[in-house]
């Protein structure tokens, strides 16, 4: 079992959409998180502890990842799907880009 986490900056549409995508795959337990400190659940260093894969949806979120929780992210593997602020939650587009850009890393 592989624990997943997707991260965007305020947890409210690309991250809880790629959550809600593969929450009923099998092998994998899936969770969200925000960069921003006002995100609906905010990013911290015991869910990248416990992620085994952190997948970000912009570079801006890897460089903040890799500023602030350097220590959490050792042997982790890190990400960034290169997926822009432009979708509403559950949006079909991204759904569809989450389903081509996240299995071929799970």
Known sequence: MKNV???CSQNKLRSPTAEQVFANWPEIEVSSAGTNND???PLSNELIEW???VFVMEKAHRAKLQGKYRSALKG??????D???DYDFMD?????LLKAKVPGHL
Do not use: S
């Open 39 to 41: 995100a609906e659940n």
């Open 83 to 85: 997926i822009p602020d």
């Open 51 to 53: 992620a085994d894969i």
């Open 92 to 96: 079909p587009a991204l759904v569809q």
């Open 5 to 7: 986490l997707f991260v």
């Open 76 to 81: 982790k593997r890190l990400i960034c799907l």
